[in-house]
């Protein structure tokens, strides 16, 4: 049993980290969220030539052609830093389900602008099969909360077709029948946007996989994913929360010394730690394509979000009034935390999924 | 054991009830959110109103501008008027702060010139005791008031005060004698929020509002006539100041669970009806007991009041329980929202985004008037009798008190 | 409004405290337990002279025709001093039932034995309504954990007829178609028996009103009532738990003083005055047999439900490794907190009630 | 990242495994509870059987009565021993602790003699630190121990000794010097447990076992050479101890989580299977990411210490939310099982009233090793480096130190 990263997957966490504490500090996220830009360029420009979201991309695609668990270090550092990039939209979740869902003649086409990040895509699955409509290769309807749906070059839809099957299109955002509109949310700095389609073209992805498993099988893998961005979060919010509680002094002590604190910061490191301990073993039935996956990826993600909820709530409580201002970072965690939970259906939803696998199992 | 008014209650009751029936804004006539100096100038004009009809601080003697009557009427007072759409809790922490500070402090001369004019809202008054390192450490603060002949000279800064940007005066505790026990080195006094050396600074929140305000005081000079109480005399002064809120606050803070009950009662996941679902139930219930048992706190601490009682360290339990179920109620509506729970725009989030503002706002609720780790402090020393955690900065001068990197 | 209990109420109160403190000391608890006596019958005799079994009963059968706020306040001593009697079994249930569910004949002809103490009842109303049947007006069957029936001389047992109808049937326990073993139980000094009737002969409840009816108002008194029961015993973990913790020392100081057990002890008091408002409430909705009943039962018995068992609970862990010990009284307490919450159907059950008559009020 | 076994640890894994199948009983062959004395020899017969195979203490020298192997061998023992119904586990305590103390501080010669028997069993050993007034705070013990030439005269009372009835030996924390700081005043030995001046009283537990004991020393003798380590060295010697103590509790604490899975997949409340009730679903969910996130917490663990680390504090993290888990199952199930769910009888309960025993044990696993809070600190200090609270005791000689009521 080697129940651990490897030291060269170590090494690429230390990257990113080093990396992210350069180009990517508060003053970032806070700049894409203070003049509503939907992302940081800059910082996504660095990402790409890093080749991160590459990382599981075929070579033959122009990836790196490297195993899940190099994603998930990196996912860790993205969410330790909040980077304010479409990569949940575009790597996790749309590249995935074209490596899933498009024929291997569409991979080799698509893939490789999204290897060089020089197309971003976001996916559009959530809400009703009935949303959007799909006549003659031609889409209509509305999409809701799209992750980073402003910026996006193309977006994969879940759309019902004449004979009201599920599929999947692929639709480019410049085409002329489609609209989008910013929606106010509780992360701004991982936008949402409803799109409005009226006759867009679309070409249906190809893949031998119905669509309904393919988004199972993508939500799975983003499950694990997102969970280390989880955990990086919640690694953020314990570091802070300890060193506001040392520096401040109440009562002639530091706060951090009073055990409603010391056991306050106890739980959010239990809570981060079986979340982190169940996102690894995601990592691993990830990287093993194992059948363990199913009910690996619902546990981990279900940890995560109550870990990052805790964590970042009490994050905010150990601050005192300060955690409240907005000048304070404490609140950019909360609202990722929110935002995060609520990307595939949720808590109660998830947890639902898991007890279905588990019984299964 | 009833919930019936005594005949003299009834009929104080249905004279209200009639004056508000003609004078109050039902509540279907809501024009939604007012900005800030809108809803200020519309609470200004409402206590006004009321001022004049006779019913402002109807627990308050006449010659003050109250209407000698009970802090049972006032309770009446408040039920009613929650019927209708009205600021009627606009001024609270003045009025219900300030005033009793004044009230026990102040001259019989400043007591008739001031406390008419608060009772109407006329002049408003804000509270200034938190300070940038003195949070749950009340005590610790650090602003200075040096005399100076018969005047002092304050210097410092104030934190988390509410209203401060809209406050004619407030009552300010400071720090006149470093060289002593913190608890005894405190004095308490009033200021014109509009004189020369203090300026206010509105806080943004987490959640984008400015409720509350920093204050900051660069040699603000104050006549001794404005020293409300003995010098060194402040900690015990503050103390019946927060005692007399207590009343204010309890039965006040919102818990989230009215707006919970709807969304159980309308909302649909995949064509069913979540009520239907035992995990939501189970919640609800959970809410639900705390709900009412919050209220029904409320009204056995009201009838001990009513029966001559003060109303003790137990109303920290409402605003423990309230503050924590309010966010927890928030996230929880959000998360059976699924993926566009985090949508915050109103006109497309449940009840015009009510929990998705919950969210953002409920974390300063735990932690304004005292974070849940102080409540429950108080709950353990003020209301079980135990014992203190030994103090480090006991028997110490409080320019002694160990203070880390914080400025002085 | 006046939301509390006269000075009169008080009065019977601090009565029956000073008795119970007198007669009922753990000493009295355990020797039930220990001996497997099922019940303290001095202590019966000193309650049934008290006239407590009476005070509901109207006095034209012998009862002091008092209101059930009297009883409410006799209801939280008991509860405080974990009297081992059948006061539950006989009192709150099989005395309502009667008061309820018999006809003016029969209330005439049995509650007068019920008031002074010569018959001690129970009632067997759990599991499936088919456990008995009734043919001929004898009964056969079985009835599980049914609370004192080892000492009750008559029971009053749900069955169901030839025509597949509920009903209620008095049964004379020393009948000779009857047996009874005990069960054991997690609280023996609230104990439990099995009953099995074989063509034993019943009397058939004759009121006007319906089984499962007069069942929902009895079980809604009788949660109130516990509710008080529940609150006694919370009143007595947090006392025990303060004075334990404030005479032992740890590292030098009082354990009371740290943060830890004095926010343990917060939390139960906290859970303790919500149990206890709400228990208020449903003492006002009975006495006033307000239409409010339904729901403020519900809430009083959820609420001291969670309650007792955080306190009792927490109250052995304040304790350290004393409270595991047979000889320290925690146990006592939190088996009876189990016994409590078991009765009328568990919490689950309870919260189901609640949620209903909350969405239809 | 695998869970593959090294060539080397799956020619082991092959081996144990063809042994335990022709030497271990199977569990379906369990022939349900034994009593206390039984259950103490048929682990003796187990411990004796796998020390003449060879496989006792894998990870202790040879001539210590190991197998010369590493810690990694003993997990992949513990494993594969788990399939089968043996009391793998049972002298523990002794072995995992009193053992790393002789290996550390007895003579060579000691070691020669004492280990390889306890080793196979042959002799039992109990570790006795805890104290009546000396729970949480290991370090305020009183039991003294008085130099007497060179002899030790032992006096006082241990508490909570697990198996002291059936032991030969046990290692004791004794107080030395009461004169200097509680921490350096402390002196550890071990002593002949059938010898004159002590005697062990077994403890009545809440739910009626008796797992502890008393152990009270009334002028008891030991040779100085019975002693473990430097006069004044006891409390360094202690931490080594529980230090050790970790890795052989981590992943063996139960949670309740396997009888609650079979609970839900089995009951059925009102003819409805309870695996389809959405309450139930929301615990089973929360416990299983639990339950799932202790043992692969506990696979990090082991691969660190394959790795050649020592098990951190975060062990701690297993025992806290194991413990409380395993309580708030019991009580759900009961709770679940209405009017019937305090009958304990194990003919009429389910899984042979497991629940309704859990429910009585459940209680003293949070306080066995260390309570919720103790736990807490531990984390807190240890794993995050928090600031210790301020110390009533710093600077006390132990004799100095507020002690209430507490008889010394």
């Known amino acids: 049993m080697n129940f651990d990263f ?18 990517c500090s508060s003053a970032t996220v806070r700049r894409v969220i203070d003049k509503g830009e939907y992302y940081d360029n800059a910082l996504w420009r660095q990402i790409v030539q890093l080749g991160w979201p590459a990382t599981t991309i075929a070579e033959e695609h122009g990836g790196l052609g490297l195993s899940y668990l190099e994603l998930c270090v990196i996912a860790t550092e993205l969410g330790r830093s909040l980077a304010p990039t479409p990569f949940i939209a575009s790597v996790y979740l749309s590249t ?46 509305n999409k809701s909360a799209v992750l980073h749906g402003m910026i996006a070059n193309q977006v994969i839809v879940s759309a019902t077709n004449e004979r009201d ?7 480019n955002l410049g085409d002329s029948g489609v609209s989008r509109k910013v929606q106010n949310s509780l992360d701004p700095s991982l936008p949402r946007a409803e799109l409005s389609f009226s006759n867009a073209n679309v070409v249906a992805l190809g893949g031998d996989i119905s669509a309904e498993k393919a988004l199972s099988v993508v939500f799975d893998r983003a499950a694990v994913l997102l969970a280390f961005e989880q955990v ?3 690694e953020a919010t314990i570091e802070m929360a300890k060193a506001y509680t040392s520096d401040r002094y109440a009562f002639g002590r530091q706060v951090a010394s009073f055990q409603a604190i010391k056991h306050k910061l106890a739980d959010m490191f239990v809570a981060k730690e079986l979340a982190k301990s169940n996102a690894y073993y995601g990592a691993w039935a990830l990287s093993a394509d194992a059948p ?22 009490e994050n905010i409580q150990a601050h005192g009034g300060m955690g409240f201002t907005w000048e304070f970072d404490c609140h950019l965690y909360y609202r990722r935390a929110q935002a995060l939970s609520t990307l595939l259906g949720g808590n109660p939803y998830w947890k639902s999924l898991l007890v279905d696998r588990l019984l299964a199992a | 054991m009833d919930f019936k008014d005594s005949p003299e209650q009834a009929e104080f009751r249905a004279e209200i009830r009639c004056w508000l029936q003609s004078n109050a804004r039902a509540k279907s006539a809501s024009g939604g959110r007012k900005d800030q100096s809108e809803a200020y100038e519309d609470a200004k004009a409402w206590y006004k109103k009321v001022a004049d009809a006779g019913y402002a601080c109807l627990n308050w003697p006449k010659q003050y501008g109250g209407a000698g009557l009970t802090d ?55 509270q200034m005791f938190s300070e940038p390192s003195a949070g749950s450490d009340v005590a610790g603060l650090r602003t200075t008031a040096v005399a100076d002949g018969d005047k002092w000279l304050i210097n410092g800064q104030k934190i988390w005060t509410s209203g401060a940007q809209h406050s004619d005066y407030g009552v300010i505790l400071c720090r006149t004698d470093p060289t002593i026990s913190k608890y005894r080195g405190m004095t308490m006094f009033f200021i014109d929020m509009r004189q020369a050396g203090v300026e206010v600074k509105p806080i943004k ?127 929880y509506a959000i998360q059976l929202m699924g993926d566009t729970g985090s949508i915050s725009e109103p006109e497309f989030a449940q009840q015009q985004a009510h929990f998705q503002k919950t969210v953002l706002f409920s974390p300063g609720i735990r932690l304004a008037g005292g974070t849940d780790e102080v409540m429950r402090n108080v709950i353990a020393e003020q209301v079980l009798g135990l014992p203190q955690e030994p103090r480090a900065d006991k028997g110490l001068a409080f320019n002694e008190i160990p203070s880390g990197n914080q400025s002085r």
């Open chain 1, 232 to 234: 990086g979060g919640c």
């Open chain 2, 72 to 126: 049972i009427h006032k309770v009446i007072w408040s039920q009613e008027v929650s019927n209708y759409d009205e600021p009627d809790a606009y001024f609270v922490i003045g009025i219900g702060n300030c005033g009793p500070a004044l009230m026990h402090f102040a001259t019989e001369e400043q007591k008739q010139h001031l406390l008419p004019p608060m009772a109407s809202a006329e002049t408003v008054w804000c």
């Open chain 1, 96 to 141: 995935e389900l074209i490596k899933t869902a498009a024929s291997s003649q569409q991979q080799a086409e698509w893939l490789p602008s999204l290897a060089c990040g020089d197309v971003i895509s976001t996916v559009a699955v959530n809400g009703s099969p009935r949303d959007c409509l799909v006549k003659n290769m031609q889409i209509s309807g």
């Open chain 2, 205 to 331: 929140q987490m959640d984008g509002g400015s409720h509350f305000n920093e204050v900051f005081f660069n040699n603000a000079v104050i006549p001794d006539a404005y020293r409300l109480g003995d010098v060194g005399g402040g900690w015990g002064a503050a103390l019946l100041v927060l005692m007399n809120e207590r009343l204010a606050i309890a039965g006040v803070q919102p818990d989230g669970f009215p707006e919970f009950l709807s969304l159980v009662k309308t909302l649909h996941i995949d064509g069913e009806p979540i009520s239907a679902n035992p995990a939501v139930r189970e919640h609800l219930a959970e809410w639900y007991y705390k709900h009412a048992g919050i209220k029904a706190s409320t009204n056995r601490m009201l009838t001990a009041v009513a029966k001559g009682g003060m109303p003790g360290a137990e109303a920290a339990l409402g605003k423990l329980v309230g503050a924590v179920m309010n966010q927890d109620i928030a996230n």
């Open chain 1, 292 to 313: 363990e996956l199913a009910l690996a990826a619902a546990t981990a993600r279900v940890s995560a979000i109550d870990a990052y909820y805790l964590c970042s709530k």
């Open chain 1, 6 to 23: 490897s030291e060269d997957q170590k090494n690429i966490q230390e990257q990113a980290r080093g990396m992210l504490a350069k180009e």
């Open chain 1, 165 to 171: 099957e599920l599929g999947l299109y692929l639709v």
